[in-house]
């Protein structure tokens, strides 16, 4: 391989890791945002979802220009596919961000909710494991990557406890119900991004093992 190409390679790496840099920092301050009831942090948030969307362009007009110019070896094509679907599932976490910074706008007009229902606990989770399907892509490791797909069922779980909550504080008092459908809505976010976060770990996997288990029965038997 020529330098020429092996430095697009690399360049396609670094903006992915870039991507991925801004999408969590996105995503904590958009629960930041919630948490400190931060309109500000929420403004900055949905602002600095544009940058993330252009990085994603960008990486598919490099993957795109590789393939079509260089043919690519097995391994390179399959970098450069999975390189590819890491960048869309990067921006849709950010576009959960953005969801969860608007309702933080409509939820700070009114007084505070008396509990969160759970969504803290949640939010860490699903950073968690945001951080840990990235680790896995840089570091080649694909347990990681296992671990990050077998915790998803608890974050389906937590999702399902929220939805509970929302729905006992709303029987308890109707007058809430529209502040307590915005934290569902976030909740819901956080769920999508937790999912999103599964398929990168699940391409993680593909990348470096060449074994596609996204509807695969290991998934079933993985621990949390």
């Not at 690399?10 to 920092?25: A, F």
């Not at 948490?35 to 990486?59: G, N, T």
């Not at 759970?118 to 494991?129: C, H, K, L």
Request: glycine share 4%.
């Amino acid at each position: 391989m020529s330098v020429y190409w092996e430095q697009h390679l690399n360049d396609i790496r670094e903006q992915l890791l870039m991507m991925s840099g801004l999408t969590e920092r996105s995503l904590s301050q958009s629960v930041r945002a919630l948490l400190e009831r931060d309109d500000a942090l929420a403004d900055l948030v949905e602002a600095e979802d544009s940058e993330i969307d252009e990085l994603e362009k960008r990486i598919d007009g490099k993957v795109i220009a590789y393939i079509s110019t260089h043919g690519p070896m097995a391994k390179d094509c399959r970098f450069l596919i999975t390189a590819s679907k890491i960048a869309s599932e990067l921006e849709r976490i950010a576009d959960q961000a953005t969801t969860i910074a608007r309702r933080t706008r409509d939820l700070n007009k009114n007084a505070p909710l008396q509990s969160m229902a759970g969504i803290p606990v949640m939010a860490r989770e699903v950073q968690s494991m945001l951080r840990q399907s990235i680790r896995a892509f840089v570091e080649r490791e694909t347990n990681l990557a296992l671990e990050v797909i077998g915790r998803d069922k608890l974050v389906d779980a937590e999702y399902k406890e929220a939805a509970s909550e929302v729905e006992t504080a709303i029987m308890a008092n109707p007058s809430t119900t529209a502040r307590e459908l915005h934290l569902l809505t976030v909740a819901k976010a956080l769920e999508r991004a937790g999912d999103h976060a599964t398929s990168i770990a699940e391409e993680v996997f593909y990348l470096y093992k060449g074994e596609d288990i996204r509807h695969s029965k290991i998934k079933g038997k993985l621990p949390v």
